[in-house]
C-alpha cells in the first residue's frame, strides 16, 4: 500500500495572535507580494520572469517585537515616479498585511532592483539588476 | 559580473581544463593523453613552475571562493530614502536605465553610457554619448543636460547635481 503523501512542512511559521493562530511566512509573503503588484507604477515583485507564480520570493518578512518588518522587492514602469511608487507599495502593504492577517507591520523596506520599458516608445525590454 | 571576475571565471576555467587533461593523460591515450603529457612536460618540468601553477590555483579558488561569499557590495550601489514606513533602496542601475532612456528621447542621441556616483547632494551623472552625424552638438548638450536635470529628479526622486556629457563619436 503505497504512503499517503506528507504536506512538507513549512519552513518557520510566526505565531502572532493571542489565540494562537499560527501562519506560515510564506502566506505574509504572498500577501505583501499582491499587495505591491496592485499598486500603479509597479512592473513586477521580486526578479524572476513577470507573473504572479512566484512573486512572494520578491518579499521577505521578519518578525521583531510581535511586529514584522518585510523587505520587498520591486520593478517599476518608466515614466512613473520611483519614489511615488515605493511610498505607494509601503503603504499598501502595510495596510494589506494587517488588515488580512492582524499583524501589525513596523516596517517595509523597498528595494526597486529594475526598471520596464514595455510602455514606453522604442524599448520593449526590462532591465533587471540583480 | 564585473571584468575582473569574468577574467579569474576565465583563468580557472584555463586551469581546470590543464589539470583535467594532465590527470586524464595518466590513464588516456591517443590526443587526449597526447596533449595532457604534452602540458605535464611543460608545467611540471621544474619545482619552480609546478610550485606556480599551484599558487594560481590556490589564488583562483581563494578568489572563487570570495565571489560565491560576496554579498553587501551591491547594496553600496543602493540610493536610500527613509520614509516613516522604512526605507526605499533605489539601484544605481534602475537609476541609470531611466537616464539612458530620457537621454534616447533627446533628438540626436544615438547612444548613452553613463557613470553615476551619488552625494549628499544628489546624483553626479557623466554621460559617453554618440551623437547623429548631423546633430548639432552645443543644441543636443545642452537638450541632454537639461532632460536629464529635469525629468530624472521628477521621475526617480532623487536630486541630480550635476551632469557631464562626451561626446564620444558621431555615427
Known sequence: MAEKKVAKPVKETVDYTDDGVRISNDV???VGALAATEVDGVYNVGSGP???KN????????LQDNSAVCDVSISVKFGENIKEVAGNV???????IESMLGLK??????HVIGVDFEGSAGAKTAVTMK | MKLLDRIVTLIAAILI???SLMALSQYVGGYIGAAGDWLYDRLMYSWVTTFLVQIAVIIVMAYLFEMTIRTGKSEGKMLKRTTETGDIFVSVGTIESFARNLAKEVEGVQE????????????DMVLKVAAAKDAVIPELVSKLESRIKEALPAQSGFPVRSVKIHIRSAV
Open chain 1, 28 to 30: 505574509i509573503c504572498v
Open chain 1, 50 to 52: 513577470k507573473g504572479k
Open chain 1, 55 to 62: 512573486i512572494y520570493k520578491g518579499v521577505k518578512v521578519k
Open chain 1, 90 to 96: 509601503q503603504k499598501n502593504v502595510k495596510r494589506s
Open chain 1, 105 to 110: 507591520v513596523n516596517t517595509v523596506n523597498v
Open chain 2, 17 to 19: 581544463g590543464t589539470l
Open chain 2, 112 to 123: 548613452v553610457d553613463m557613470r553615476t556616483k551619488s552625494g549628499p547632494e544628489g546624483l
